[in-house]
Each structure stands twice: as C-alpha cells, then as structure tokens.
C-alpha cells in the first residue's frame, strides 16, 4: 500500500506539472490537442489522487503500523467509522484530503469549461494545477503519508479523544470542501486578469462554485460550533480559537464577495474590487492552513510542530504577490463605467455591506495576528481572546444586520423620501415595538435591545418583500396566496433563497445574542438522591454506572430531570478515561428545546464513587442558533437550483465572450 | 451638519458609528461578575491557548482550581475586575485574554474601527466621483424611480403573463 500511495502521488505531481505547461503552449499557440492532453492530465492526477487517499484508507482500515501516520493516528480498538475519519485527523492525511478534494474540484471545472470560456479556461486550469503542485509537492517531498516506521509497533497510538466524535466526520470535510473549492472562482478570476478578458464572463460561469464554496463555509462552521458544543464541555461553541477565526474569515469575504458580484453583474461596476475580493477569499484559506500548520500561534486545533510554516508563508507570499501585481498591471482595462446617483440606493447598500464584512474579516484577522506583532515590538506574549472579538464584532455586527435589512428594499439607483418612508415603516415600527416589549419585558442591555430591534426590523423588510411578490403575482397572473408564494420563490429563486439566508442569519444572531447574555451556569457537588435546581428545573443525582470497553472506560451520570415536580427527562453525562491514549474526557447531556438548552456536565467524581460535582448550564434560545444554520442551508440550496432563465443569461453571456476568438478547441461532440 | 455636502455627512457619520462603537467596548466591563464572565477573562496557562471557561481538559492543573479560585473570591464580594487585576498582579499580563487598554495595546482596540472609517472615508471619496462622473454623463434615466414593487420583478412577472396567453 506504501508504494502504491507514494507511486499515485509521484505520478500526480508529474501530470500536474504537465498540465501546467499543456495548458500555456495549448492557449498560446491555439493548440487544441494540447487543451485536450492537458485536460485529460487533470483527470489522470484527480485517479492518482483517489487511488492515494484509497491506499491511506486501506492502511487505516487494516491497522498496518508499518505506516508512521496509522500507527500515530489510529489503534486495533479505534471504532471503525473513526478509522475512516483519521484520514484527516492528522498532518499529512488532512493534506491528503485537501489535495484530493481539490484535484476532484479541479476536474469537474475542467469538464464543465471543455467547450466554454475558451479563452480563459487553459490559464485557469494552469493555474488550479499550480494550487495543485505546491500541494502535491508537500505530500512528495515535505510532509509525506506514506512514510514507513521501523521497528513496526505493535499498537497504534489511537486517534485524538476530542476528534471520535460523529461531527467530526463532517466537520473537516464541509470546511475543507468550502476551503478548496474557494479555488476554482480563484483560478478563474487570474486567469481573466492574465488574459485581459475582463468583463463578467469569468464571474457568471463561477458563481455556483462561488455559492458551493459558501455553502460548504457555513456548514463546516456551523458543524465546527456544534462539535465544541458536543465535546469540548464549557456550554459554548465559539471561542474564537485562531482556526476558528480562519476558517471564518474566508467566510465573511466569501459573503462580501457574493454581494458585490451582483453589481458587477448589474451595473458593470467594482470589477477591481470583485476581483481583489475572490482573492482574498483564496488567500486567507491559505493562511488559514498556515496558521493551523506552523505553530506560530498557539490553538486549539494545531497540528503541533509540523514545521509547514515556511513553505505555506513563501506559498502566501507568492500568491498575493503575483495575484496583487496581475491587478495593479490590469488596472487600466478595469475600470468601468461606473454610474452612482444617491447613498439612498441599493448600490450604496452593498457598499456599505462590503465595507462592514470585509471591516469584521479585517478586524478578526487583526486580533488573531496580534499577539505575534505584540511579541515582535514589545517581547511581550499576550492572548487575545473572546472579549476583544465579542466587544469589537459586536457593533459591527449590528452594523451588518441593519444593512441586511436596508439592502433589498431600497432600489437600484436611487430612492425617493416617499418610496424610503413606504417601504419601510412597517418594519421600523416592528423594530421599535419588538424593542420597546423587550426592554417591558426586563431586558436592560443595550446590545441585546437594539439586536432584538435591529432583527424585528430586518425580519419586517424581508415580510414586505414577501408580500409585496406575492401580491404582484395575484394581481397579475390570478394565482391563490399558497401558490403565488411557491412560485414567486421557484420562479425568483437567487433572489428568493438569497432573502431566506437573511432568515437564517437573522434567527442564528438572535440565538446567538441570548445564548450569550442570558446563560445561566450553576456548579454542584451532590451525593446520589440529592435534587438540586437550575433555573425552573430540579436535577436529583441518581448515582453512577461504570462502563467498560477495550477501547474505553467511562462512568455514565443518571440525572432525573424534573419541572414543576413532575419528570421530564433523563440525562447521562459522564466521565471518558481513553485507555490507549491515557487520556481523560467529558461527555455532556444536552436536553435541547427551542426555548433553552439544558446542558449538563459531570465535572468531577469521587473515587469511591460517592460524590459528583456538576456543572450546569441553562442557555437560551441557542436552539436557534442550528435551526438559522439550517435554514441558511435551505435557503442556499434553493439559490443554487437550476434556473433555466439564468442557465439562459449565462450562456448568452459566455456565448458572446466565445465568439470573440474561439482557439483550437475541439468541436463540440468532439470528445 | 447642514452646510455640509452629503459625501460629507455620509463620512461623518460613518467615522462617529465606527468609533462611537468603541465605548460600549469599554463599558462592557462593568457588568456584574460570574464565574463564566470572569474566567472568559483569562487565558489558560496549561497551553491549550483557550480561555480558562473554556480550557476542556478535565484534570487542567491551572483552570480547574482558577475557577474555583474565581467562585470563591466572587462569595466574598469582589468584583470581577478585581479578580482579573488579582491575576494579572499575579501572573502577569499573559494570564489576561484580552489586550489591555495601555501602551502599544491600543493599537489592537483601535485599528479595527479606524480601519472601517478608512474604508468608509475610501467608499464616500470613490462614490462621489462616481456621482460626479455620472451627473456629468447627463441626466438619470427615469425608469429608474421604483413602485412599490422591483422593476425587475415585473418585467419576470410580465413575461410570464405574456408567456401564459
């Protein structure tokens, strides 16, 4: 298995090598045979690629040890489903992974653009297979998974505790799906500033991976919270760790970027800015590797001392670099026609959504590389932690919402005092109504008045917009209420899905604002029979039952949950003692409603098993919190559904951009 | 702010969001202190690089008796700057897990916001060239002027009509 995985990945990086330059000879000299061989290269190195992950997965599966990453990530015990997972549970595994993902992105992008964008797509596929050579070229030479270990160990050295747990299946794959496929719009932006072919042919025919890679953002931050929520045992599941901030900031410019893209598109307008945007979003997943592979900076989820550091730099450098030189030599051609009537315009909207996202992206980046500039210039090591990014995120956030909601109903353009004043009362007065009950209600922070009254206004505008479609398709195409909703959503759905994210972003910052100002945390040292309570409800300690596996030792909790005397559940937390890695665990309950959560922990335990100490957090509303990042998701998908009025505008625009001078190109059908 | 040119507002307005933000920031200090409050306030010594709320090892020979620490010294009545002032007396100012509002430190409260106020200076200087350049081009186009419903919509939703009949 060793030969046959350090074979697929030698003879990968060679393909990948290859494409490059068939590429670049193929689109200078107009040589269709060498797009095609260059093509077929990307397919043959996404083979090579399974065939090396396939090889690692073998290995993991059957417990060879002679491989240095099975024996430091996995044991004989390790649970099957885990074994699989630990293809990214380490270094050079998760490398692996994230090579593979980009060589199987890269192929679909070279098949989807076989007969289009014939200009640009032979420099972006050079430049994909680039990505795809540094990276191979660390899996050959730097990092290596199929390095063998002499004497072979008997025994593995298990898996990290925190990371056998079911989110982590889908947590590293969602974000590095996300990460990854950030490539391919990337790619296809330098290749249109290393041609000269500037106008929106390169964005139309990305947008959807532009979304894909959103949509994989959210959900791997998303799963990436739930797990710290599941495992890590403090009531959380932000902490914002210095992986967390990297994977959040690509988000943030992701988010930017698929707003402003929608002037171009419009207005011809932000070219420079569109372009410099998709460029931030593939640098930062790349800082974001290096900062979770170089130990500069101390987190949670470092790969310790892996000694990547150096190349990811000179590999960040590079990229920015040359994507910064390419835009300030373009700079001349991309200047557009631009057309600004009034800040009262959804123009004016996007810009100032641009300039909040892309402030918090900065802001979070700031905070994260701050103790290294604190070191430098002052010798003094600091952290900077959660109050730095909740107290400066905080009103920028806000910022954000309210723009949220300004954005979809003030029109392109310009917008007269009449049309501002109907369009938005309604959710004004939502907004100060909302706030006006909560703070009756006794809530005295400002933050979360104006978070409830920033959101009952957004959720106002976004009503409005709804009802306003809903009424025009009555009106004028006769269709009862249900359906005129229903196909004012399928026959607008970029438009529609798009207000259905806002639903979500809206409901997971409500959850987020009253899971963290109204979190209640109660410690308890009990014997069993004792009752104790949290909020409303009574918590009796039955006693402990002690389990024990060859992988695992544990001592399951029994709680009896009860309110207003009466039994409303039971809760098992316990105490883990993993045996290989002699390593202890916790392993929260959690009782989840929409109105709270209740989540126990078992904090500590008497030897004798008399004694347990508790901890005990009652958190509002972050139920809320998952079902916004569900419908996030709903919302994304119906964005991302076929449109064929949109399928109609994307090949008429690519149909213009290729009858300009199609080069060497096979044919159609001639594959 | 009336004599002044709406560019001008909009800058103004932004830069006194962007920093009027800033208190808050500060303020929030001052709330009454918890266990979780407090030790989000401090950094784990035992390198896992978290917050001692939020360092997960179960046996931590640092969070584990900080936070009962914690507990103790709020029974009997301090605040939670006190303790917090308490440790960084104690273990120096790499025990806080914020940046101190002192010295160099400033720089990472303010740059944040003043990078935002840059930003919005940049946005209202380039708009209004854009503006200036599109008054110049001549005179808006009057379809532009929105009912209460998307002229984008209705030309989908015209279409449509037209397709059915």
Same mark, same amino acid.
């Given at each position: 298995?060793?030969?046959?995985?350090?074979?697929?990945?030698?003879?990968?990086?060679?393909?990948?090598?290859?494409?490059?330059?068939?590429?670049?000879?193929?689109?200078?000299?107009?040589?269709?045979?060498?797009?095609?061989?260059?093509?077929?290269?990307?397919?043959?190195?996404?083979?090579?690629?399974?065939?090396?992950?396939?090889?690692?997965?073998?290995?993991?599966?059957?417990?060879?040890?002679?491989?240095?990453?099975?024996?430091?990530?996995?044991?004989?015990?390790?649970?099957?489903?885990?074994?699989?997972?630990?293809?990214?549970?380490?270094?050079?595994?998760?490398?692996?992974?994230?090579?593979?993902?980009?060589?199987?992105?890269?192929?679909?992008?070279?098949?989807?653009?076989?007969?289009?964008?014939?200009?640009?797509?032979?420099?972006?596929?050079?430049?994909?297979?680039?990505?795809?050579?540094?990276?191979?070229?660390?899996?050959?030479?730097?990092?290596?998974?199929?390095?063998?270990?002499?004497?072979?160990?008997?025994?593995?050295?298990?898996?990290?505790?925190?990371?056998?747990?079911?989110?982590?299946?889908?947590?590293?794959?969602?974000?590095?799906?996300?990460?990854?496929?950030?490539?391919?719009?990337?790619?296809?932006?330098?290749?249109?500033?290393?041609?000269?072919?500037?106008?929106?042919?390169?964005? *139309?025919?990305?947008?959807?991976?532009?979304?894909?890679?959103?949509?994989?953002?959210?959900?791997?931050?998303?799963?990436?919270?739930?797990?710290?929520?599941?495992?890590?045992?403090?009531?959380?599941?932000?902490?914002?760790?210095?992986?967390?901030?990297?994977?959040?900031?690509?988000?943030?410019?992701?988010?930017?970027?698929?707003?402003?893209?929608?002037?171009?598109?419009?207005?011809?307008?932000?070219?420079?800015?569109?372009?410099?945007?998709?460029?931030?979003?593939?640098?930062?997943?790349?800082?974001?590797?290096?900062?979770?592979?170089?130990?500069?900076?101390?987190?949670?989820?470092?790969?310790?001392?892996?000694?990547?550091?150096?190349?990811?730099?000179?590999?960040?450098?590079?990229?920015?670099?040359?994507?910064?030189?390419?835009?300030?030599?373009?700079?001349?051609?991309?200047?557009?026609?631009?057309?600004?009537?009034?800040?009262?315009?959804?123009?004016?909207?996007?810009?100032?959504?641009?300039?909040?996202?892309?402030?918090?992206?900065?802001?979070?980046?700031?905070?994260?590389?701050?103790?290294?500039?604190?070191?430098?210039?002052?010798?003094?090591?600091?952290?900077?932690?959660?109050?730095?990014?909740?107290?400066?995120?905080?009103?920028?956030?806000?910022?954000?919402?309210?723009?949220?909601?300004?954005?979809?109903?003030?029109?392109?353009?310009?917008?007269?005092?009449?049309?501002?004043?109907?369009?938005?009362?309604?959710?004004?007065?939502?907004?100060?109504?909302?706030?006006?009950?909560?703070?009756?209600?006794?809530?005295?922070?400002?933050?979360?008045?104006?978070?409830?009254?920033?959101?009952?206004?957004?959720?106002?505008?976004?009503?409005?917009?709804?009802? *306003?479609?809903?009424?025009?398709?009555?009106?004028?195409?006769?269709?009862?209420?249900?359906?005129?909703?229903?196909?004012?959503?399928?026959?607008?759905?970029?438009?529609?899905?798009?207000?259905?994210?806002?639903?979500?972003?809206?409901?997971?910052?409500?959850?987020?604002?009253? +899971?963290?100002?109204?979190?209640?945390?109660?410690?308890?040292?009990?014997?069993?029979?004792?009752?104790?309570?949290?909020?409303?409800?009574?918590?009796?300690?039955?006693?402990?039952?002690?389990?024990?596996?060859?992988?695992?030792?544990?001592?399951?909790?029994?709680?009896?949950?009860?309110?207003?005397?009466?039994?409303?559940?039971?809760?098992?937390?316990?105490?883990?003692?993993?045996?290989?890695?002699?390593?202890?665990?916790?392993?929260?309950?959690?009782?989840?409603?929409?109105?709270?959560?209740?989540?126990?922990?078992?904090?500590?335990?008497?030897?004798?098993?008399?004694?347990?100490?508790?901890?005990?957090?009652?958190?509002?509303?972050?139920?809320?919190?998952?079902?916004?990042?569900?419908?996030?998701?709903?919302?994304?998908?119906?964005?991302?559904?076929?449109?064929?009025?949109?399928?109609?505008?994307?090949?008429?625009?690519?149909?213009?951009?290729?009858?300009?001078?199609?080069?060497?190109?096979?044919?159609?059908?001639?594959? | 702010?009336?004599?002044?040119?709406?560019?001008?507002?909009?800058?103004?307005?932004?830069?006194?969001?962007?920093?009027?933000?800033?208190?808050?920031?500060?303020?929030?200090?001052?709330?009454?202190?918890?266990?979780?409050?407090?030790?989000?306030?401090?950094?784990?010594?035992?390198?896992?690089?978290?917050?001692?709320?939020?360092?997960?090892?179960?046996?931590? +020979?640092?969070?584990?008796?900080?936070?009962?620490?914690?507990?103790?010294?709020?029974?009997?009545?301090?605040?939670?700057?006190?303790?917090?002032?308490?440790?960084?007396?104690?273990?120096?100012?790499?025990?806080?897990?914020?940046?101190?509002?002192?010295?160099?430190?400033?720089?990472?409260?303010?740059?944040?916001?003043?990078?935002?106020?840059?930003?919005?200076?940049?946005?209202?200087?380039?708009?209004?060239?854009?503006?200036?350049?599109?008054?110049?081009?001549?005179?808006?186009?009057?379809?532009?002027?929105?009912?209460?419903?998307?002229?984008?919509?209705?030309?989908?939703?015209?279409?449509?009509?037209?397709?059915?009949?």
């Amino acid at each position: 298995m060793a030969d046959l995985g350090r074979l697929s990945l030698l003879i990968a990086f060679v393909l990948a090598i290859y494409s490059i330059g068939a590429n670049l000879i193929g689109a200078r000299h107009g040589r269709g045979d060498f797009l095609s061989s260059a093509r077929h290269a990307l397919w043959a190195m996404c083979a090579m690629l399974t065939l090396a992950a396939a090889a690692l997965w073998v290995g993991l599966l059957n417990s060879d040890f002679s491989l240095e990453y099975v024996a430091a990530y996995s044991s004989t015990t390790l649970p099957i489903p885990y074994k699989i997972t630990a293809l990214w549970g380490g270094q050079q595994g998760s490398l692996l992974f994230w090579t593979w993902l980009l060589s199987i992105f890269t192929s679909v992008a070279a098949f989807q653009n076989r007969r289009r964008n014939p200009e640009i797509t032979p420099y972006a596929m050079a430049v994909l297979a680039g990505v795809a050579v540094f990276f191979l070229g660390m899996l050959n030479f730097v990092t290596r998974p199929f390095d063998l270990i002499s004497p072979v160990p008997a025994e593995g050295t298990d898996l990290n505790p925190l990371l056998q747990n079911y989110w982590m299946a889908v947590h590293p794959p969602s974000l590095y799906a996300g990460y990854v496929s950030s490539t391919v719009p990337f790619a296809f932006g330098a290749a249109a500033l290393i041609t000269g072919r500037l106008d929106d042919s390169w964005i *139309r025919s990305t947008r959807r991976w532009a979304i894909f890679s959103w949509f994989f953002l959210t959900l791997g931050n998303m799963f990436g919270a739930r797990w710290a929520y599941e495992v890590l045992g403090w009531g959380g599941y932000w902490a914002w760790d210095p992986v967390e901030n990297a994977a959040f900031m690509p988000w943030l410019v992701m988010t930017a970027y698929l707003h402003s893209v929608m002037i171009q598109e419009r207005k011809d307008m932000l070219k420079v800015w569109n372009l410099a945007l998709i460029g931030l979003a593939f640098a930062l997943t790349i800082f974001g590797t290096f900062i979770t592979r170089s130990g500069v900076i101390s987190s949670v989820h470092s790969f310790t001392q892996s000694g990547l550091g150096p190349y990811f730099l000179s590999f960040l450098i590079f990229v920015v670099v040359a994507y910064t030189g390419l835009l300030i030599f373009r700079a001349p051609q991309l200047r557009s026609p631009a057309e600004f009537e009034s800040y009262l315009s959804r123009e004016a909207a996007f810009l100032f959504n641009n300039l909040v996202l892309v402030g918090i992206a900065f802001a979070v980046f700031w905070g994260t590389i701050f103790p290294v500039l604190s070191e430098a210039v002052r010798g003094v090591k600091i952290t900077v932690g959660p109050p730095f990014f909740n107290r400066v995120n905080g009103p920028l956030a806000l910022a954000l919402m309210f723009l949220m909601g300004v954005g979809p109903l003030i029109a392109w353009r310009r917008t007269t005092p009449e049309n501002l004043a109907r369009s938005f009362g309604a959710p004004v007065l939502a907004g100060i109504a909302c706030g006006l009950a909560a703070y009756g209600m006794g809530v005295h922070s400002w933050y979360v008045l104006a978070s409830i009254s920033v959101s009952a206004f957004v959720l106002g505008t976004i009503a409005v917009e709804f009802r *306003r479609g809903v009424v025009a398709r009555r009106h004028m195409v006769g269709e009862p209420p249900a359906r005129a909703l229903v196909n004012l959503v399928a026959k607008n759905n970029r438009r529609y899905g798009g207000y259905i994210i806002h639903i979500g972003v809206v409901v997971a910052f409500l959850g987020i604002v009253a +899971s963290s100002f109204f979190k209640l945390e109660v410690k308890k040292a009990v014997r069993p029979g004792d009752t104790f309570n949290v909020g409303s409800y009574q918590l009796r300690y039955l006693g402990v039952v002690p389990t024990d596996t060859p992988h695992l030792e544990s001592a399951v909790a029994n709680i009896q949950v009860s309110r207003d005397g009466r039994e409303i559940a039971r809760m098992a937390p316990a105490k883990l003692f993993y045996k290989r890695e002699q390593q202890p665990a916790t392993r929260v309950a959690i009782r989840s409603t929409p109105l709270a959560d209740l989540y126990v922990v078992l904090a500590g335990l008497d030897e004798n098993g008399g004694q347990a100490t508790f901890e005990v957090f009652l958190t509002p509303l972050v139920f809320w919190l998952w079902a916004g990042g569900l419908l996030m998701v709903v919302g994304t998908v119906v964005v991302m559904w076929p449109n064929v009025r949109e399928r109609a505008a994307i090949a008429e625009a690519l149909g213009k951009a290729a009858t300009r001078e199609p080069i060497g190109e096979p044919a159609p059908g001639g594959e | 702010m009336r004599g002044l040119s709406e560019d001008t507002r909009v800058f103004v307005l932004c830069t006194m969001l962007a920093l009027g933000a800033l208190w808050p920031g500060f303020a929030a200090a001052t709330e009454k202190a918890s266990v979780a409050g407090v030790s989000q306030g401090l950094t784990c010594q035992c390198g896992c690089g978290l917050t001692v709320a939020n360092c997960n090892h179960p046996t931590c +020979s640092f969070s584990v008796p900080v936070r009962e620490e914690i507990e103790k010294m709020i029974a009997q009545g301090k605040s939670g700057p006190e303790i917090i002032a308490f440790y960084r007396h104690k273990y120096g100012e790499k025990v806080l897990s914020a940046p101190t509002t002192e010295g160099f430190n400033i720089l990472a409260w303010l740059m944040p916001f003043l990078a935002v106020a840059l930003g919005a200076a940049f946005v209202v200087y380039t708009a209004s060239r854009w503006r200036s350049r599109s008054t110049q081009a001549g005179s808006p186009r009057p379809e532009a002027l929105p009912g209460p419903v998307d002229a984008d919509l209705l030309r989908r939703l015209e279409s449509e009509v037209r397709e059915r009949s």
